[in-house]
């Protein structure tokens, strides 16, 4: 997407990647001729889309160093999840101004229950500025269209109207939407990316493309627990938040019961058992070794076929020490090579949502 920009949207994306740049890294980044970069950032400053501050840097001349004005634009990013459609309103330097959010009761996990949510949580944000709308959906979602989210039972759902009218608008799967938000926050170009929680989704980041791998329903139990998806032994039933919680109360529910009643019946818990597992005690950890085992058999499998420079993992329920066991397993079975790396961020896919629908804005010459 960013190869096909000219000039002056490759650097504005630079520039929203890194918060602030040198003249000198512009040019050891683009490889153009100084009087070219000084007309084009003479153009941004003139439209008010950058600021240019002086830095000293011991002797000789103080450097320029090249920002975007917060106040050029404004975007909003979405996530319609498991548990509630959040909102968070970015300035044009990708700085949050506001959020809302609504959380979703089990009767409303359907097409019509989303979509009302997802209006109240547009409605509670200022539009003023706005100059696009990215919205990230749990599932399968292909051209804007919601092939499939069997955790939010939705099937061949169209948000696109939804979010008509506000400039660029997009809809993304939540996995694709921790990859944008990884590129831009942390860098690197050839990763898995991890989501953990009730649902599990994997994605491949690789030169600038994306490719979903929906590994929470590979059957890794033959015979297993009947999946809410219909399949047997999916690796979301022996290796999610649910078999974590299942251990730790000694419950005897079902997946299925989870997906219908988590936030009414069993979120409390379910807190607690975040909050514990935070503290690295082993009395918690045991709880999570079955997980641990499934799904590090899983990424490890993908490493080895892939060969990513890293496996990334975010996820409420995860940790630390989780992504260090994971890693572990991962080096034990398959590869020497694996690195997990755990990221804290809770709040990744609206922001990957604001952050694609940016770009795509600057592409689109809505920002230009």
Known sequence: MVDEMNLKGRIMVEILKKGWITRKELLEKFGVAKSTLSYVISELKNEKKVKISKRVKGRGRPEEIISMNPNAWKTIGVKIGREAVVGVLMDASLKELDTSFEMIPHRMRNEHGSKELLRKVIDKLPKDGVVGIGLSVSGIVKNGIVVESPILNLKGVDFRKDIEGFGVSEVMGDIRSLAIYEVMKYGGDDFLVVNYGLGIGAGLYRKGKFSYLPIGHA??????????????????????????????????????????????????????????????????????????????????????????????????????????????RIKKVFDEKARVVYRKELDAFEKGAAYSVTIAAIKRGVIS
């Open 219 to 328: 059957v890794v139990e033959e015979n297993g627990e009947e999946c809410y998806c219909g399949k047997r032994g999916c690796l979301e039933t022996v290796a999610s938040d649910y078999a974590n919680l299942k251990s730790f109360t000694n419950g005897n529910f079902t997946i299925k019961e989870f997906v219908e009643y988590e936030h009414e019946k069993y979120y409390e818990k379910l807190k607690e058992l975040w909050k514990l597992s935070k503290e690295e005690r082993e009395d918690i950890r045991k709880h999570y070794e079955k997980s641990i085992k499934y799904l590090g058999s899983v990424l490890g499998n993908l490493s080895f076929l892939l060969s990513p420079k890293k496996i990334v993992l975010y996820g409420e329920g995860t940790s630390t020490w989780m992504s260090r066991m994971l890693e572990e």
